[in-house]
């Protein structure tokens, strides 16, 4: 048996399950990240439900809030100073890239949050088959890969189909907030969203916004504002 076989089979099983939608980027774990996958997963984790079931986010949290899913977490730093900021919202946390997943359940951990969880799973699926109907009220998409290529601009997050199964899980009235430093990619979501009946841009002139307080400044930004670069702020309510 290989190193990599005996790596494989001593995982935990939630650890274990195959990403349909995308091909999984694996980064080396720390051993704090690591560490944190074994001992605080328990806390901070979701595991799939029965096949039969959606995820009784209730039971979950212990209790009833507003609902924010961020898709696409990155190391997480963002997603917990937002959970702290705000411990009247319960929010989730959605990302595959392993390292990501337990940068952030050391962070939760640092922080001391306790409205928080995240899921290590395909958010295509999670949405699908995992999440009940009108649940959230906001959806949160920071920075997704910009597929920068033309060639590639299929394989963007945001698309018409992910947009409208994104709406059947909001409430009505629940917010959408998209953010990226890709210009190119701004327009196509702005392509994408203002010509669906499903949502209602809410800049004046069905562009794009200032950047809202409650979206934490990450250290990539600023260095990104040093250089002159660009980052437009979207925000769609669901009708």
């Known amino acids: 048996m290989t190193e ?3 790596e494989q089979n001593s995982a935990p099983a939630e650890y274990m399950r195959r ?17 944190a996958l074994e001992t605080l997963w328990p806390v901070w984790g979701i595991n799939a439900p029965a096949s039969s ?8 949290f212990g209790r009833s809030a507003p609902v924010v899913l961020e898709i696409g977490f990155g190391m997480g730093q963002s997603l917990v100073a937002m ?11 959605i990302e595959v890239h392993r390292p990501g997943v337990g940068a952030c359940l050391m962070e939760a951990q640092a ?12 958010a295509v699926e999670v949405l699908e088959q995992w999440l009940p109907d009108h ?18 601009h299929k394989r963007r997050l945001v698309q018409t189909e992910f947009v409208t199964l994104l709406h059947q ?21 702005l392509e994408v969203l203002n010509p669906l009946p499903l949502f209602e ?25 040093k250089l002159g670069h660009g980052v437009w702020d979207m925000k769609f309510t669901a009708l």
């Open 19 to 35: 990403i349909r939608s995308f091909v999984k980027r694996e980064g080396r774990l720390t051993k704090g990240q690591a560490v």
């Open 169 to 189: 899980k909001m409430k009505t009235h629940g917010v959408l907030h998209l953010a990226t430093d890709w210009e190119n990619y701004a327009e196509y979501m």
């Open 4 to 6: 990599q076989q005996k």
């Open 53 to 60: 079931e959606t995820l009784n986010l209730e039971t979950i």
């Open 201 to 225: 841009n809410q800049s004046e002139d069905n562009t794009y916004i200032a950047r809202p307080d409650e979206r934490p400044l990450t250290k990539f930004e600023k260095r990104g504002q």
């Open 111 to 122: 922080q001391g949050v306790e409205n928080l969880r995240v899921i290590e799973f395909d």
């Open 135 to 152: 649940c959230l009220d906001k959806v949160q998409i920071f920075f997704p890969d910009p597929w920068h290529k033309k060639r590639h």
């Open 83 to 93: 959970a702290k900021a705000a411990p009247e919202t319960n929010f989730i946390g």
